[in-house]
């Protein structure tokens, strides 16, 4: 937990070529796998990575009953996107959030946030900035 959170700090007051929503699937992937509790740890990972994308004025996923249903086709693609994530390969789970309505934040709104005009230097403001627009946003 202590890495992970070394690593959010990072991607928030450094250099990152993440995006927010990129991001949040890594928080998620990462406290699933952690796994800190017996019973709840994938609606805990999707709790706090939903909760960190919509503290930045980004659109947190609305994800389907279905993800707790034992034989249900959305949790079968839930546990591939995280088994793939597990080799690196984040680009379904952040997919899945994408379908279930999760959006990065508008640039318009990342230039609001207190946090990035009292905690960031110009240069990591433009790099945000940048990054958001290479990704279309």
């Known amino acids: 937990m202590h890495e992970l959170c070394k690593d959010v700090k990072y991607w928030l007051e450094e250099t990152s070529d993440l995006t927010f929503l990129q ?3 890594r928080i998620h992937f990462r406290l699933a796998q952690i796994h800190p509790f017996e019973n709840g740890n994938g609606r805990h990972a999707r709790l706090i990575s939903d909760l960190y994308l919509q503290s930045l004025h980004g659109k947190k996923p ?3 009953e279905q993800i707790l249903q034992a034989n249900s086709n959305a949790r079968k693609e839930y546990i591939d996107s995280l088994r793939k994530a597990d080799r690196g390969e984040y ?3 952040e997919n899945l959030i994408v379908k279930y309505g999760g959006t990065n934040p ?3 709104q990342i ?5 990035f ?6 240069k990591k403001l433009e790099e945000t900035v940048q990054n958001l627009q290479k990704n279309g946003q």
Do not use: E, R
């Open 106 to 108: 508008t640039i318009a």
């Open 91 to 93: 680009f379904y789970l």
């Open 117 to 122: 005009k009292q905690n960031l230097s110009q």
């Open 23 to 25: 991001q949040s699937a």
């Open 111 to 115: 230039l609001t946030l207190p946090f």
């Open 62 to 64: 609305h994800w389907p």
